[in-house]
T-cell receptor
């Protein structure tokens, strides 16, 4: 039982390049989330998916797209990376349907640098 | 705009003493409250969750919630050097799939 896994662990991009961050969970959770963490800013929600087939914007969605590929996988795409997207990205999951727990469990993170 | 406020610290506590971490939140409708511990370079790790007013104890950790005052706290008894980390307070509206609203975290240092 690996919990929440993320790939890659580290990535360096040049401005304008694109990339996709991958996230998978093996806890049979319904909901998945993408956060970014910047020094002095705390964690901020980018996008989330309440259930397979649905996605919603969070606090800071600009410059990102997401895909809920199936119940296990939720990817985050940067179409044209900018230096302001240099951050640590965390994926999380929770049961989060009616009657289920809203506790979120986090993956190990992806450290992204955009030059 | 939902806000969660924490003192950024650093909070320095002698080994064996009680560490007290505090958090206030702005959304009066919040229903679920969480404390995460984050070591440098690592991901947030759940320490405690609390949903009702009062105290909840788990080993050396006690979470306290006062919804009327919009205040959450975490007490760590018999503090150990391994407790040195950043502690994140997080708030959820409850009952659904919304994301968490996090405070910026309090950096705790346990002095041997």
């Amino acid at each position: 039982n690996a919990g929440v896994t993320q790939t890659p662990k580290f990535q360096v991009l040049k401005t304008g390049q694109s990339m996709t961050l991958q996230c998978a969970q093996d806890m049979n959770h319904n909901s998945m989330y993408w956060y970014r963490q910047d020094p002095g800013m705390g964690l901020r929600l980018i996008y989330y998916s309440a259930s397979e087939g649905t996605t919603d914007k969070g606090e800071v969605p600009n410059g990102y797209n997401v895909s809920r590929l199936n119940k296990r996988e939720f990817s985050l795409r940067l179409e044209s990376a900018a230096p302001s997207q240099t951050s640590v990205y965390f994926c999380a999951s929770s049961e989060a349907l009616a009657g289920g727990s809203d506790t979120q469990y986090f993956g190990p993170g992806t450290r992204l640098t955009v030059l | 705009q939902k806000e969660v406020e924490q003192n950024s610290g650093p909070l320095s506590v002698p080994e064996g003493a009680i560490a007290s971490l505090n958090c206030t939140y702005s959304d009066r409708g919040s229903q679920s409250f969480f404390w995460y511990r984050q070591y440098s370079g690592k991901s947030p790790e759940l320490i405690m969750s609390i949903y009702s007013n009062g105290d909840k104890e788990d080993g050396r950790f006690t979470a306290q919630l006062n919804k009327a005052s919009q205040y959450v706290s975490l007490l760590i008894r018999d503090s150990q050097p391994s407790d040195s980390a950043t502690y994140l307070c997080a708030v959820h509206p409850g009952g659904g799939a919304d994301g968490l609203t996090f405070g910026k975290g309090t950096h705790l240092i346990i002095q041997p």
